[in-house]
């Protein structure tokens, strides 16, 4: 699986973005799928999660109610981020796990996309 993460950019407080992970591989669909970030000087840390039907979902409490993961049928995932905040700047990194669902460690993940930048300014 090959994951290409986009739509990062500069963006202000309380404004929206929405992230695409396009997947490529034909075991795509077998496989949950999370989002993590990272910011600067700080440890890379868990966002979301979505399981490989789409049936399930897992936010941590920083972004609960604010964004929301999902996943169509043709290989992408996509993080919407609303009411972002300065806090919320990092980078963002799509994910795939199979076998581990509810897993919110990066090392429970086997692969990444490159990461994609969000700066939410003040």
């Known amino acids: 699986v090959q994951l290409q993460a986009s739509g990062g950019g500069l963006v202000q407080a309380g404004g929206s973005l929405r992230l695409p992970c396009a997947a490529s591989?034909?075991?795509?669909?077998?496989?949950?799928m999370g989002w993590f970030r990272q910011a600067p000087g700080k440890q890379r840390e868990f966002v979301a999660a979505?399981?490989?039907?789409?049936?399930?979902t897992n936010y941590a409490d920083s972004v609960k109610g604010r964004f929301t993961i999902s996943r169509d049928a043709k290989n992408t995932v996509y993080l919407q981020m609303n009411s972002l905040k300065p806090e919320d700047t990092a980078v963002y990194y799509c994910?795939?796990?199979?076998?581990?669902?509810?897993?919110?460690?990066?090392?429970?993940?086997?692969?990444w996309g490159q990461g994609t930048l969000v700066t939410v300014s003040s």
């Open positions: 994910a795939a796990e199979r076998g581990n669902w509810g897993a919110t460690i990066s090392i429970a993940y086997d692969y």
């Open positions: 591989g034909r075991t795509f669909s077998s496989y949950n």
């Open positions: 979505i399981s490989w039907s789409g049936s399930s």
